[in-house]
Nanobody
């Protein structure tokens, strides 16, 4: 499983950096995506990064504010979140893409418990 960490309670306009790791399991062979979920809703695609880090994709709602990056040498993927808004409040998950479109959670494996991000207004 991929473990997401770094969540917390912040104010609108603040920044947070989330980390995604897979202890004992190299993730360099996978594209990795970040998704988020609020109560009663399906997981929503946030960002994804190719195996080599050479290509990234973002949901329109976070484009220009969030940045996904990876360092395969330390088996970590990060999500830098700037200018946070109350609507960014959610549990954030990372997972490994097996195949297929990056924006569909059905194409991912290794879902962990996620990390809670709460943005107050």
């Amino acid at each position: 499983q991929l473990q997401a960490s770094g969540g917390g309670l912040v104010q609108a306009g603040d920044s947070l950096s989330l980390s995604c790791a897979a202890p004992g399991h190299p993730i360099s062979g996978y594209a990795v995506g970040w998704f988020r979920q609020t109560p009663g809703k399906k997981r929503e695609f946030v960002a994804a990064i190719r195996r080599d880090g050479g290509s990234t994709n973002y949901a329109d709602s976070v484009k220009g504010r969030f940045t996904i990056s990876r360092d395969n040498s330390i088996n970590t993927v990060r999500l830098q979140m700037n200018s946070l808004k109350p609507e960014d409040t959610a549990i954030y998950y990372c997972a490994a893409n097996r195949y297929g479109p990056y924006y569909s959670e059905d194409n991912y494996i290794g879902w962990g418990q996620g990390t809670q991000v709460t943005v107050s207004s």
